[in-house]
């Protein structure tokens, strides 16, 4: 995906000892800020499964992060998600996810264009809503991928089930390189964006190995982007990385726009009737 979910095999192995001896394991239940844990507190030789759930709405530091270095916290590869649960169309507090939505992001002579379609595809027996990224390098079209996209109803977690993609050089059709879907050669699909961002969730964005393992961390939801197009304040900051290979990108996500910046990409162009509330939608997780 060039700007950037389920029963997954286990990918990093995680063990520390906290006070206590406390031993933290987190996975996502439905996404979100939600983050279920499971502490086992070994006493005088006496062992307490003590199971703890905790809520974490809106923006909330992640609980462990004193008692852990951030390389050490797992990232979360399973997603307890009810599938009946999932829709093509919605709106959740920072990803728009509706026919029409459209944005342009521009580097120096580079653009990448955004387009929310008209238009759904099944993907692993759930039906996505299709979103388009047409990327230009000096005037050229460099890239255009098809991602599918579906958001949860009650926790307005928007999971990510794969992309088609063609690349182009020099004009002409060169490849497709990092496509992959949900379903297909041991693919799972991953969490694009928690509808409850919580500073320190980790999570794995895309679940194909050896084709396309990126994963993102959550380092800050109160942060302000200046763009072409505008300023906008209280933003999610996403780091991503790669399972597969090295380096790093950032993205910036805006409370009802979606993303405003990717790596070195700022918004200069928003078509976005349900930003500004000409067109009632759904709104999840429902207020």
């Known amino acids: 995906m060039s700007t950037g979910y389920g029963h997954i095999t286990v990918i990093d192995k995680f063990t520390t000892a906290l006070r206590l001896e406390v031993q933290l394991q987190p996975k996502f239940s439905g996404g979100g800020g939600d983050l279920g844990v499971e502490n086992e507190v070994t006493m005088k030789n006496k062992t307490l499964i003590v199971p703890l759930l905790l809520l974490?709405?809106?923006?909330?530091?992640?609980?462990?992060?004193?008692?852990?270095?951030?390389?050490?916290?797992p990232w979360c590869h399973i997603f307890s998600v009810n599938r009946a649960e999932l829709?093509?169309?919605?709106?959740?507090?920072?990803?728009?996810?509706?026919?029409?939505y459209k944005m342009k992001l521009q580097h120096g002579g580079d653009t990448l264009?955004?387009?929310v379609l008209d238009e759904t595809k099944i993907v692993d027996g759930v039906r996505t809503r299709v979103v388009e990224e047409?990327?230009?390098?000096?005037?050229?079209?460099?890239?255009?991928?098809?991602?599918?996209?579906?958001?949860?109803?009650?926790?307005g977690d928007v999971y990510y089930f794969g992309e088609d993609v063609d690349i182009f050089k020099n004009g002409k059709l060169a490849g497709h390189?990092?496509?992959?879907?949900?379903?297909?050669?041991?693919?799972?699909?991953?969490?694009?964006?928690?509808g409850r961002p919580g500073v320190g969730d980790r999570y794995y964005q895309?679940?194909?190995?050896?084709?396309?393992?990126?994963r993102a961390e959550i380092i800050a939801c109160n942060e302000d982007c200046?763009?072409?197009?505008?300023?906008?304040?209280?933003?999610?900051?996403?780091?991503?990385?790669?399972?597969?290979?090295?380096?790093?990108?950032?993205?910036?996500?805006a409370p009802g726009v979606g993303l405003v910046k990717d790596g070195e990409f700022l918004l200069t162009a928003l078509n976005c009737p349900i930003c500004s509330g000409e067109q009632e939608v759904p709104t999840y997780p429902a207020r």
């Open 177 to 194: 390189d990092g496509a992959w879907r949900s379903g297909v050669r041991g693919a799972k699909f991953g969490l694009l964006l928690p």
């Open 113 to 115: 264009i955004i387009s």
């Open 206 to 214: 895309e679940l194909a190995p050896g084709v396309a393992m990126d």
């Open 56 to 73: 974490l709405a809106g923006c909330a530091a992640f609980h462990a992060k004193e008692k852990m270095h951030a390389e050490e916290r």
């Open 226 to 253: 200046v763009t072409p197009e505008k300023a906008f304040e209280q933003c999610v900051r996403v780091r991503e990385t790669s399972a597969l290979e090295g380096g790093s990108s950032e993205k910036f996500y």
């Open 134 to 155: 047409r990327e230009t390098k000096a005037g050229q079209v460099a890239e255009v991928s098809s991602n599918y996209f579906a958001i949860s109803r009650v926790t």
């Open 87 to 100: 829709v093509d169309a919605g709106k959740s507090p920072f990803f728009p996810l509706w026919p029409g």
